[in-house]
């Protein structure tokens, strides 16, 4: 990870302590770095949105993770992840003093990660798009076929119905027919 996101990490890592999130921001922050060799985008408002945007999953009660997200997903739960994770996030970004208006574009990026279809800037679309490769890299499918006790090879071919309708870049696309491809190999 660059030194300069280094700090914003371990402010967020605290929060990130849950559901595997630690985890998941690390292939987040991989696949947002190589979709931003590719695609436009601010790194200075997309690196800060991706390493924050699952720090309100720390305030959703654990037993309800299973019904907040997934096949089954309870869109209030969602959305309370959402609505808490701008909470945290600007904590965080006022604890390293991030620039003002790059602070406000992170947090409405975070505020409607999961739950808004549209994407409100190239930044957006490299948040979104890093979030769903987080499932189709070896270890995020891993991670999902077991929370949700489902087989992988099943799981790799409704992903890959996925991707026309959830990515936004053609880089994001591309990346996510190469993880499927491995997956097959």
Not at 22 to 30: A, G, K, L, N, S
Not at 37 to 50: F, K, L, R
Not at 57 to 80: I, M, N, Q, Y
Not at 130 to 142: N, P, Y
Request: glycine share 4%.
């Amino acid at each position: 990870m660059h030194a300069e996101y280094r700090h914003i990490f371990q402010l967020a890592k605290p929060y990130l302590n849950i559901r595997r999130n630690d985890i998941h921001t690390e292939i987040v922050y991989r696949f947002a770095v190589r979709l931003l060799e590719s695609e436009p985008g601010d790194a200075s408002v997309a690196i800060p949105a991706v390493i924050c945007h699952d720090v309100g999953w720390s305030k959703v009660p654990e037993e309800l993770h299973l019904k907040a997200f997934g096949p089954t997903a309870d869109p209030t739960l969602t959305r309370l992840h959402e609505i808490e994770g701008v909470k945290l996030a600007q904590e965080i970004l006022l604890a390293v003093d991030y620039e003002p208006h790059k602070t406000a574009e992170i947090l409405a990026i975070i505020e409607g990660h999961d739950t808004r279809w549209t994407a409100l800037s190239p930044s957006d679309k490299i948040v979104k798009d890093a979030d769903k490769l987080s499932r189709f890299d070896q270890i995020g499918l891993v991670i999902d076929a077991e929370r949700f006790n489902i087989d992988k090879n099943s799981h790799v071919n409704w992903l890959e119905e996925q991707i026309e309708p959830w990515f936004f870049t053609e880089t994001g696309k591309k990346l996510a027919r190469e993880e499927v491809a491995r997956f097959r190999q």
